[in-house]
């Protein structure tokens, strides 16, 4: 297959990228765009660039029709479109390392234990890592951090086995591959990326090897001179040659300098600047959006933008102040939505798995954004009611436990509570490993099941975790404790009730 050709530009500064390269290589390539056979591809590194470069050609009166503007994320799903096997997204990644992290979390070694626990709660960082190292060409191994090898270990074994790799790697791959297959762009220009994007140079060298011809448009370095700046540049020149340095745009001096009205020595009208505080940036955000507001009520004001320093909780709760207002607004910043994996309710159902307890079960209750695939005949408010009285009498959160009162209960709704929690899902295997013993309850005279009670029951039962207490046989309305077994030898003592039949019972070899 033939190499494509491929042009360096280097440019002093991004109005002179705009004049003198990007803006030719429009004039030149948009006239035919609609006729060729193979799309063309401008890459940018944000949707706020490809706006912007959008909004200029429409100035001009150009038409993009065939043209097709992608960021490194949108570039990748591009190229993996016709692939045969399934692309790793970030959040089956960060879940296959959660995944391998927790099963590290026993490890004798302490060290390993708390770096397994570490990554359980936050993946993304260690992900993160991991992928820029297979970019670089490292390996992990050459780190030399023990805490961490038994959990990366583990986490490429699970990706060998569920057939997936790593960003990086996959970049890597593809590269290959396009060096030998064929062309899937007619032109392809490449602006705005510098020596912070590379982690995204193999991807943006795929786009390059799969076009018929690219150009690539880089800013030359400040008066620093960074070394990545200029790393970043030489490897360019390496896949494109020597660089080509754009002409500077001649601008006459004189007049340039001042307008006008000064030149006649009148004075220009002062402009109004507008200062705004806020103690956290819940408080930013909300002075931001009502700040757009007052602009936006302005007749005179036919664009609006809002320019921060870099991505973070301010622009995106200021995104999430103006789409509450409903003021339709192009969020170039935006964010990472998470994924399935991610969600509120994924995370609470997982606490629910580990322990399935009063409070576990509350918030995954709050966390779901519709209540009614629990039970469409209860409210949540009148749910959680339920759950916390029945939770009162029993003095016990287990939701076996409040389930089994629940459905001995004359009220319909009790009922309805015993319903849906009967229809969750049994717990997971990973979940429920740990030895149980033996809690039988009844309501009345009618023994209703015996459940599993967790190991948490033992000899200081009655002191710290849990208080149990015989009602009256007389109530069948409360649930009444029979027995304990309980595996360890030991006395467990439990408070009875002040009535005269209660003040008689014995509990092992003791009085109570």
């Known amino acids: 297959m033939k190499r494509s050709r491929s042009v360096l530009l280097v440019v002093p500064s991004l109005r002179e990228a705009w004049e003198d390269a990007i803006a030719p290589w429009f004039e030149r390539v948009l006239p035919e765009t609609w006729k060729r056979a193979l799309p063309s591809l401008v890459v940018v590194p944000t949707r706020g660039q490809a706006n912007d470069l959008k909004a200029r050609l429409i100035a001009k009166g150009y038409s993009h029709l065939g043209l097709q503007f992608v960021t490194p994320a949108s570039l990748r799903a591009l190229l993996v479109r016709d692939n045969a096997t399934p692309h790793a997204q970030p959040e089956h990644l960060r879940l296959l390392l959660a995944i391998a992290a927790s099963e590290m979390e026993d ?84 602006t705005g990326f510098d020596g912070a994007h590379w982690p995204q140079w193999f991807l943006l060298r795929n786009a390059v090897e799969l076009a018929e011809n690219a150009t690539i448009v880089v800013e030359e370095p400040g008066g620093d001179f960074s070394d990545i700046d200029l790393c970043w540049i030489g490897s360019w020149e390496e896949v494109c040659g020597e660089a080509q340095r754009a002409p500077k745009s001649a601008h006459a001096p004189g007049d340039s300098f001042f307008t006008e009205t000064e030149m006649r020595g009148g004075a220009e009208p002062a402009k109004r600047f507008d200062f705004l505080i806020g103690t956290n940036v819940s408080e930013q955000a909300e002075a ?17 933008g809002v320019i921060f320093s870099s991505g973070g909780a301010l622009p995106r709760l200021v995104a999430n102040s103006l789409a509450r207002l409903d003021i339709p607004h192009n969020d170039g910043l935006a964010h990472i939505v998470p994924g399935i994996f991610e969600s509120a309710e994924w995370q609470a159902w997982i606490e629910l798995q580990r322990a399935p307890r009063l409070n576990s079960f509350l918030r995954f209750l709050n966390a779901l954004l519709d209540p009614a695939v629990l039970s469409p005949k209860i409210s949540r408010q009148l749910f959680e009611k339920i759950l916390r009285e029945s939770y009162g009498e029993v003095l016990l959160d287990d939701l076996e436990i409040l389930r089994e009162f629940c459905d001995g209960h004359s009220d319909k709704n009790f009922q309805v509570v015993a319903e849906a929690l009967r229809a969750l899902p049994p717990r997971s295997r990973n979940f429920s490993n740990k030895r149980t013993r033996r809690l039988h309850i009844s309501v009345g005279n009618n023994t209703r099941s015996k459940l599993p009670a967790p190991r948490t029951i033992g000899r200081n039962v009655a002191m710290r975790n849990f208080r149990a207490r015989f ?35 014995k509990i092992g070899n003791g009085r109570t």
């Open 107 to 190: 490890r004798p070694n302490e060290s390993e234990a708390l770096g397994a626990k570490a990554v359980a709660r936050a993946p993304a960082l260690l992900l993160r890592a991991l992928d820029r190292l297979e970019t670089a060409g490292w390996k992990f191994e050459e780190l030399a951090l023990p805490a961490f090898a038994s959990v990366v270990q583990r986490f490429n074994d699970l990706l060998k086995k569920c057939d997936l790799v790593l960003l990086g790697k996959a970049d890597r791959r593809h590269l290959q591959e396009a060096a030998h297959g064929e062309r899937k762009f007619s032109h392809v220009l490449i």
């Open 288 to 304: 931001i959006a009502r700040q757009c507001v007052r602009y936006l009520a302005d007749e005179k004001c036919t664009r609006l």
């Open 471 to 505: 009602f009256c046989a007389g109530s069948k309305k409360r649930l009444r404790l029979l027995a304990l077994r309980v595996q360890t030898p030991g006395i467990i003592r439990m408070r009875p009730c002040s009535c005269s039949p209660c003040r008689r019972r």
